[in-house]
T-cell receptor
């Protein structure tokens, strides 16, 4: 699976959009970009995933660049409860193994 | 629809004892994954199972650790002769069988403390 690079930490004001970047310059054509988050001491939570088109769901939007070498997770109106470590993961969907390889992620701190 | 359930949530064992961690996947899910998170470290994959089969155990320590997912009942992660270094949070995740739908849904974790 491809390696991802994320900033170690970011701050965001409550009510503002949080934009979390991820670089995955070695991504392969059949690899998806997944985002999970882990709120302190809880199990990771799936947020969103995409292949090459931008995706949106009730939690967030995922913007993938045209060359697929980077992506941005957008939380449109961050709340204090969005404070968490956010993980960007690339993996082949439906491959022989479905394991997730977590990096160090980005600690997003939403400030009141 | 109940989420992934893990029990116990907290487990204390003395060195040398056995630890058994249980995971009940979401209804309709037949794929189970175990991850370990050591204190102040990231999540590490341990093992991936389908019903009655181990698919990928590349992250499992070679000794003392085993996992199963029987035809009936929860998945079990078993740690024999625990040592202090086994103290960690152990998370289970499950995914559905539908082709193309591979999100993993995580349970709340079991926090193992070895004294």
């Amino acid at each position: 699976d491809a390696k991802t690079t994320q900033p170690p930490s970011m701050d965001c004001a409550e009510g503002r959009a949080a934009n979390l970047p991820c670089n995955h310059s070695t991504i392969s054509g059949n690899e998806y970009v997944y985002w999970y988050r882990q709120i302190h001491s809880q199990g990771p939570q799936y947020i969103i995933h995409g292949l090459k088109n931008n995706e949106t769901n009730e939690m967030a939007s995922l913007i993938i660049t045209e060359d697929r070498k980077s992506s941005t997770l957008i939380l449109p109106h961050a709340t204090l409860r969005d404070t968490a470590v956010y993980y960007c993961i690339v993996r082949v969907a439906g491959g022989a193994t479905n394991k997730l390889i977590f990096g160090t992620g980005t600690l997003l701190a939403v400030q009141p | 629809n109940a989420g992934v359930m893990q029990n116990p949530r907290h487990l204390v064992r003395r060195r040398g004892q056995e630890a058994r961690l249980r995971c009940s996947p979401m209804k309709g899910h037949s794929h189970v994954y175990w991850y370990r998170q050591l204190p102040e470290e990231g999540l590490k994959f341990m093992v991936y199972l389908q019903k009655e089969n181990i698919i990928d155990e590349s992250g499992m320590p070679k000794e003392r650790f085993s996992a199963e997912f029987p035809k009936e009942g929860p998945s079990i992660l078993r740690i024999q002769q625990v040592v202090r270094g086994d103290s960690a949070a152990y998370f289970c995740a499950s995914s559905p069988t539908d082709a193309g739908n591979y999100e993993q849904y995580f349970g709340p974790g079991t926090r193992l403390t070895v004294t």
